[in-house]
C-alpha cells in the first residue's frame, strides 16, 4: 500500500513539475496576467458564487461557520505560515513556540488598544484621560510588531547559541511560558477573564463601524489578504537578498557558512526576529477581528498545527506553506463530520507526509536536492547515522 | 508560436471568467427563507463546545435543549421548530465566525449559547448589533451581565450567586479556617475570587494551581500548614479527582468543596474513593425534586441522567419553544418575549432582571455529598 | 513570596521533591538513551509512558482491583504491572522505531525531520487513547476508555502511611517505594550499559557509530535495544505513577514527558547519571518555586532554571556522553 502512495505521489510530482516548467516558460505578461487574475480571485473569494464551486463555501453545509469569517482565519493563518517559514524554512530553526510570539502581538493591541484593559485604565488614572481613551489601532499595530520583535531578540539572544534540537524544547517552553503568564498576571492581562473591546482600524468594535461593522466579515478578510500579499513580496525580496542566502548556507552547512564568513549566529538571529515580528503581527490581526482574547487561545496545540502547516506543505516554499496553512485551518471548518478527528489526522499527517515526502506537498526544490543529497550520502556510507 | 498563442488566449479567458464572476450575486449567506413556511414556529442555532475536551460539560445542554425541540415538534405538527447545531469547541475564535454566520442570516431568530463565558464575552456584541437573543445555558462569569449587553439572557445563576451560597454553607458548618485553591481558569477563578470576597477573615491561606497538574505536594504542605478545616476548589474533576485523592493520602482531613464544575460522574470515579464525603454545590434540582417528566425523558431519550447543565439547555430551548408558541416571528418581538418571560421552568423559576440575569432570588442551589460515585442530594442552600 | 513556608517545611519540601523527581528521572532515561546513540530527541517518548500507564489500569482492571488489596496481593499486582507496562511500554517504543524512525534513517534524513515526526506520533498515540480506543470500546471498559481524555481513576494499591518523622518531616511508604524503585532502576540499567557485552555495544555505537560498525557491532540491534530500554524505564515510571498517585488520561504524558526531557537536558543529556541529577534537581526546584509563588507558576520556573542552567553550562550539570568521555 504504502508503495501504491508513493507512487501516486510522484504522478503528482511530476504533474506538479510539468505545470512549474510550463509556468516558467509563458511570456511575461502573461505570467502578471495571470498572477494578477489569481489576485482579483483572492479579493473576489468571500462573494465566491460560481456555479459548481458554491460547495466550497463553509456556510453551504448546516451549522457551517461563516464562509468570509473562515477565509479570515486561512489568511491569518497563511501569515503566520509565512512568517515560521522564515525561521523554519529558511534558517533551518524550529520554533515549537511560534504561538508565542502570535499571543504577543494580540496581547499588544489589546494591552494598549482596549478600554478594557487594566494599562489602559491605568494610563486614565495616571494622566486624568477621558474613559474613553485608548491607544489608536495603527500605533498598536507599530507596538505589537515592536514587541513581538523584541522578545524574539530576547528569546533568541541566549537559545540561538544551543544546539538546535535545544532549541525547540526552549522555544515551546517559551511559549508556554507567554500563555501562564497571561493567564496568571490578572492585574495586567485580566488573567483568564480575557479583554473585551479590542480596537480595529476604525476604533471599538461597535456596530455604527461603516467598514469593519460586526456582522460582516469581509472587509477583515480584504485587509488580512492585503497583509498577506504585502507580506509574501517583502519576504520574497529578503529570501534573494544576501541576508537570504545567508539563512541558506547556515541551513545547508553551518561550519561552512561560518567559514566562508557569514556569522551564523548574526542571521539566526535576524530569522528568529523577522519570524517573530511576522507572528505577532499575525496575532495583532487576530485579535482586533475577534475583540476579544483570553489566554486558552494560544495554546501548545496552536504552536504544533503552525509547525504542521509548513512541514506539511513544503518548508521553504512560500506556496506550500501557505497552501498548508489554508488546508489545516479550512478542511475541519468545511469538512465538520471530521471535527473530532483533526488531531488525530493532524498527527497522520505529519507523520505520513514526513516518512514519504520530507520536502513537503509542494516542495522547495533546493531543499528537496538537499535531503536527496543526504539519502545518496547515507547510500554511500550505510553505517552513518 | 501558435501554442503559445492559444495558451495566452487561454489565460485571458480564463481572468474574463473570475472578473465575470466577481459580479455574480454573493449567494452563499442568503439561503434562508425556506424556515419561515407556516404560521408558526421558526429557526433557532444552538453553539457550544460540541466536540473536543470539553465537550463532555457541555453536550448534557445540546441534549436537554434538542429534547425541548423534539418534544414540541413531535406534538406539534403544524409548528416546527428548527434548531441548527454549530460547533465552537468553546474557542471564541471558532464561536465569532459563528456568530457572524448566526447575524448575518436573518432566518435565524434566536440563540442558545454560550455554554461557556469566553465564547459569550467574544459573541455578545455582534449577537446584540443583530438584535439577536442570547440565551445562555451555562456561562456562569459575573461580568458577563455587568456590560449593558441588551440581548444577553441566561438560565443559569452567575459565580457570585453561586460563591454566595458556598459561603452561607461554609457559615452554617461553622467553617474557620478555610483554604481556598482555584485552577487559574476562567470559571474556577471567578468562583473562587467571589468566595474569597464572601469569606472575609474565614480564608486561612489560598493557592492557585494550573490545568493539566497532576502533583500536589506543595498546594497540599500549604493546607496543612494552615492547618484548615474546609478546602474549597474552584475548577474542573481533571485536577480535582488527583488533588483531593493525594490530600487524603497525606492524610489532610478536611472537608473538600467543590462548585458545580465537579458536579461530574467523572470526579469520584477518577478519585477511586479519594472523594468520599466531599460536597459539591450546584445550582440543579435533584431528580425527585425536578418538576415535571424531564429526567425520566432525559433518560429514556439518551439513557443516562441529565448531567449538569442538562435542565437548563432544556429551559433555554423552552423559552424559544413558548415564544413561537405564542405568535412571535420577528427578532425584535423574540427578543421582548424573551425579557418579559415569567413562568416555571424544570431547573428553576424563569423570570429575568434587567441585566440579564435569572432573578437571582429564584436561583436554587443544592449541595449533594459523594458516596461512592454518586451524588446525594443533602439540602437546599441559602443564597446569602 | 512564601520564605517562610520554603525554610521552615525545607526538610519536607526537599522530600516530596526528589520523590516527584524520581519520576521524572525514570522518564528521561528514555530521552537520554536514545539522544546518547542517535543524537536524536525521542519526541513520542512521553506517549511511550502514557501506553504504560493504560496497561497498567488494563491489568489492575481485568483483576477488577478493589481498593487496598491484602499485601501479598498488592506485591503480585506490582510486579504483574510492572512486567506488562514494561511490555507495552517497550513494545511502543520499538514499533515506534521501527515504523517511524527507521525509514528516516535509511534516508539520513536531517534531525528536523525526525523531530516533527515524532511529534506527529505524539499527537497519533495521544487520540488513539483519547478518542478511537474509547469511541470502539468507552462502552464496553469504561473504566478503561469511559474518559479517557479527562481522567481515569485507579484502585489503591497500598495505601499511604507516614513511615517515620525526622525533624518534623514525614517520610511516607510510597515516598520511600517510588525513590527506591527509582534508584534501583536506574543502577541497574547503569551497571546494563557499563558492565555487559551488550551495554559496550551501546556504547561503541553512541561514540563512533563507523568504527563500531566495523568492530562487527550490529548497529540495527544496538538502537532497537536501547529504544526497548528506554520503554521499559518508562514502563517501570508508569508503574511507579499508577502505584503513587492512581490516575491516567490519555494527555498525560505530555506535560510529564516535557518536565523528563528538561530533567534530561539539565542533567547532561547522553548520561545516565545525569538524568537522575537532573530529574531531582527539577522535582525540588518545583516543589520550591510552588511554595515561593504559588502552584501555578510551576512551569514558569521550570523552564527559566532550564534556560539559565543552559546558559551557564550548555551541556547540562554533569556534560552530555553516554557511559565515558567523547571526543
Redesign the interface.
Known sequence: MINKMRELDRSRVNALHSVADRWKA??KW?RS??F??FV??LY?LP????PGL?WL?T??I?????????L??CAVYVLVAIGLNVV?GLA?L?D?GYIGFFAIGAYAVALFGSVNSPVVQYFQREFDLPPTWAVTWAICAFIALVMALISGVILGW??L??????L???T???G??IR??A??M?GVTR????I?AIPGPEGP???DNQIF?????KPWYWLAITVVLLMVFAVRRLEHSRVGRSWLAIREDEDAAAVMGVYPFKFKLWAFAIGAALGGFAGFL?AS??????P??FN?NLS?LF??MV?VGGSGNMVGVSVGAVLLAYLPERF?EI???R??A??????LV??LR?QGLIPSRRRARE?KD??A??EE?P??? | MRRSYSRALGTAALAAVLVAAAGCQDTGSSNGDDAASGDCGGKIAIFGAFTGDNAGLVLPSLNGAKLAIKQHNDANADCQIEMVEFDTQGDPAQATPVANQVAGDTSFLGVIGGHFSGESDATMPVYEAAGLVMVAPSATRTDLTQKGNKSFFRVVGNDGTQAGAVATYLKSQNAQRVFLIDDASAYGAGITAELTKNLGATVAASDKIQERQSQFEATISKIKAANADFVFYGGYTREAAPLVRQMRSAGVQAKFIGPDGLYDPAFPAGASGGAEGSIITCPCLPADKAGGTFTADYQAAYGQAPGSYGAEGFDAAQIFVDAFKDGKKTRAEILEFVKNYDKQGVSKYIKFAENGDVDPSRVVIWSYEIKGTAFEPLQELKLS | MNFDDLFGHIGQHTVDGLSKGAIYALIALGYTLVYGVLRLINFAHSEVFMVGTFAVLGLWTAFGVENNPPIGQAVLLLVLGLIVAGLASGGTALAIERIAYRPLRRKNAPPLIFLITAIGLSLVLVEIFGLVLPKLLGEAVPSMFGRARIILGMPTIIESKTLFTVFGTSVTNIQVIVFVAAVAMMALLDWFINRTRYGRGVRAVAQNPETAALMGVNQERVIMLIFVLGGIMAGAAALLWSMRFGFTQSSIGFVLGLKAFTAAVLGGIGNLRGALVGGLFLGIVEVYGATLFASNWEDVIAFVVLVVVLMFRPTGILGESLGRARA
Open positions: 509563458l511570456p502573461q496576467l495571470a494578477v487574475a482579483v480571485f473576489y462573494l465566491l458564487g460560481i458554491t463555501r456556510d453551504s448546516s451549522g457551517g461557520s461563516n464562509w468570509a469569517g473562515v479570515f482565519t523554519i533551518g524550529l515549537l541566549p537559545t547559541r544551543l544546539r538546535g534540537d535545544y525547540a524544547i526552549v515551546l517552553g517559551f508556554e511560558i501562564i503568564v493567564r496568571n490578572e488573567g483568564p477573564q480575557g473585551a468594535p461597535s456596530s461593522g460586526l456582522i460582516d466579515i487576530f477581528r475577534y475583540a476579544f482574547i483570553d486558552t487561545q501548545v504544533i509547525v504542521a512541514v465538520r471535527a473530532d478527528y488531531w488525530l493532524f498527527g497522520l499527517a505529519m507523520v514526513m516518512i520530507p535531503l543526504r539519502a550520502e547515507a556510507a553505517a552513518h547515522v
